[in-house]
């Protein structure tokens, strides 16, 4: 199972940094790799509006 990132991204970069995997990627919203997402849920810890969610 890996993260989604939904519509309530403010894309302000916070997970990206977080992310051990580097399966987030920079957009108008932020996106996740699920392939390469490995669950561990490091971005949902530091998003401050709650966008990502496990799918």
Known sequence: MAYKIGDACIA???CQSE???DA????SI?????????DCGACANVCPVDAPKPE
């Open 12 to 14: 302000c970069g916070a």
């Open 19 to 21: 992310c051990p995997v």
């Open 24 to 27: 987030i990627s920079e957009g």
């Open 30 to 38: 932020y996106s996740i790799n699920a392939d390469a997402c490995i």
